[in-house]
């Protein structure tokens, strides 16, 4: 399976953007879709994930109301909708999946599959 994000941009602070994550190959067998980001000079940090096959969602606390998490249809495997943006959210955002049901979409580990990211800058 490989995995690639896209939709990044240029947007203003307290704008909306969103990315979605399209996959070649076969992903039925994945149970969890991710998003993580990596800002400059920091760590790939957690973002969201959803678990495919219950719905429920999980966010980082810095996202949390802001952003939305959804599984899509057969072409993408998620999109991530940003809604009033931050400077401090300007990242290159990656899309990840795999796992398992039972597996905590916060964790890296957990997950089998990353795409290429796509930035996301927002200014002030």
């Known amino acids: 399976v490989q995995l690639q994000a896209f939709g990044g941009g240029l947007v203003q602070a307290g704008g909306s953007l969103r990315v979605s994550c399209a996959a070649s190959?076969?992903?039925?067998?994945?149970?969890?879709v991710g998003w993580f980001r990596q800002g400059p000079g920091k760590e790939r940090e957690f973002v969201a994930g959803?678990?495919?096959?219950?719905?429920?969602?999980s966010y980082a606390d810095s996202v949390k109301g802001r952003f939305f998490i959804s599984r899509d249809g057969p072409k993408y495997l998620g999109s991530l909708q940003m809604t009033s943006l931050k400077p401090e959210d300007t990242a290159v955002y990656y899309c990840?999946?795999?796992?398992?049901?039972?597996?905590?979409?916060?964790?890296?580990?957990?997950?089998?599959?990353w795409g290429q990211g796509t930035l996301v800058t927002v200014s002030s």
């Open positions: 990840a999946a795999g796992g398992s049901f039972y597996s905590n979409p916060s964790s890296k580990a957990e997950y089998d599959y």
């Open positions: 959803i678990n495919r096959r219950s719905g429920r969602t």
């Open positions: 190959g076969s992903a039925s067998g994945t149970y969890i």
